[in-house]
Nanobody, 120 residues
Framework: VQLQASGGGLVQPGGSLRLSCAAS????????MRWYRQAPGKQRELVAS???????DSADSVKGRFTISRDNAKNTVYLQMNSLKLEDTAVYYC???????????????WGQGTLVTVSS
């Protein structure tokens, strides 16, 4: 299984970006999908999550600004980021719990990370 993240870049404070992460491989189903981020010198933190049924949750620091969504037909998770702040600067990683064909339980996979830089 591969998770390919994209959409990062440089944006001014107050701007928007949309991250995408597509999963590919011998996938039977994908359970929860998540976005994490890691800022320089800090630990990786959970930003937002979405279940296979579409239930979402997000960190208090991004509530009202970031929206997670998914397209199950495309095995893709998105993170719409609005009203970006300087402190949102980080490498963003996608994560998915994937049930492989012929597997009995899901396993976690990670994308390669995409850099989001918020700067004036």
């Amino acid at each position: 299984v591969q998770l390919q993240a994209s959409g990062g870049g440089l944006v001014q404070p107050g701007g928007s970006l949309r991250l995408s992460c597509a999963a590919s491989g011998s996938i039977r189903a994908i359970n929860a999908m998540r976005w994490y981020r890691q800022a320089p010198g800090k630990q990786r933190e959970l930003v937002a999550s979405i279940t296979s049924g579409g239930n979402t949750d997000s960190a208090d620091s991004v509530k009202g600004r970031f929206t997670i969504s998914r397209d199950n037909a495309k095995n893709t998770v998105y993170l719409q980021m609005n009203s970006l702040k300087l402190e949102d600067t980080a490498v963003y990683y996608c994560n998915a719990n994937v049930l492989l064909i012929h597997a009995n339980y899901g396993s976690d996979y990670w994308g390669q990370g995409t850099l989001v830089t918020v700067s004036s």
